[in-house]
């Protein structure tokens, strides 16, 4: 697996955009543009969520998906020359507040918290209303 550091979290304002990044390093680091990288974000008091996802399905070529509440307003993307997975982050709502967790897996079906063996430490978001 990968370790994996965020950034790129703070406090905004309702409406306002953030961008994390994730970048990834450790000895299977060559071979981390075909994991699965996915986003969740842990509210205080909530169980961690599902926030973005994004799968190998080919040379260059990846397939991504989106909680319902985020639909339409973050991006996920990666840089593989960085090794660095990004989470785009617009029209912020207070109820987006939480921190915002990247995680990996050589799996293809990783999907759910239990199945990425690799994490970072989290960033903390926070959206005023």
């Known amino acids: 697996q990968v370790q994996l550091v965020e950034s790129g979290g703070g406090l905004v304002q309702a409406g306002d955009s953030l961008r994390l990044s994730c970048v990834a390093s450790?000895?299977?680091?060559?071979?981390?543009?075909?994991?699965?990288m996915a986003w969740f974000r842990q509210a205080p008091g909530k169980e961690r969520e599902f926030v973005a996802i994004?799968?190998?399905?080919?040379?260059?070529?990846?397939?991504?998906d989106y909680a319902d509440s985020v639909k339409g307003r973050f991006t996920i993307s990666r840089d593989n020359t960085k090794n660095t997975m990004y989470l785009q982050m617009n029209s912020l709502k207070p109820e987006d507040t939480a921190i915002y967790y990247c995680?990996?897996?050589?799996?293809?079906?990783?999907?759910?918290?239990?199945?990425?063996?690799?994490w970072g430490q989290g960033t903390q978001v926070t959206v005023s209303s």
């Open positions: 995680a990996a897996d050589r799996l293809r079906g990783a999907l759910g918290p239990a199945d990425f063996r690799s």
């Open positions: 994004i799968r190998w399905i080919g040379t260059n070529a990846y397939i991504a």
């Open positions: 450790g000895r299977a680091v060559s071979t981390v543009s075909t994991y699965t």
